[in-house]
């Protein structure tokens, strides 16, 4: 039986590779925003999907989230007051 490295959640419960994946596939939408209950920033994504650069700088971010720690994913897109964490 082969080793499953376990999820790292963070402590409400949302996983980086969740929100990385998210922002790889359907970030120009903001869905990997509305996952992390970021709401304000999933809208702008929303509103500005059209023009293209939602799903650019969705992209970035989800490399970026993938290849973080999850020390530092907790602190930048979790445990922040930020309504709007881009980078």
Known sequence: QAYQ???NYA???KSKVTAGVLALLLGGLGVHYFYLGKATAGIVFLILCCTGIPS???FVQGIMML???D???NQKYVNTESS???F
Do not use: I, K, R, S
Request: aromatic share 12%.
């Open 84 to 86: 709007f964490p881009l």
């Open 11 to 13: 402590p409400d419960g």
């Open 71 to 73: 020390e530092q994913f």
């Open 67 to 69: 290849t973080m720690t």
């Open 5 to 7: 490295q376990p999820v």
């Open 56 to 58: 650019l700088l969705a």
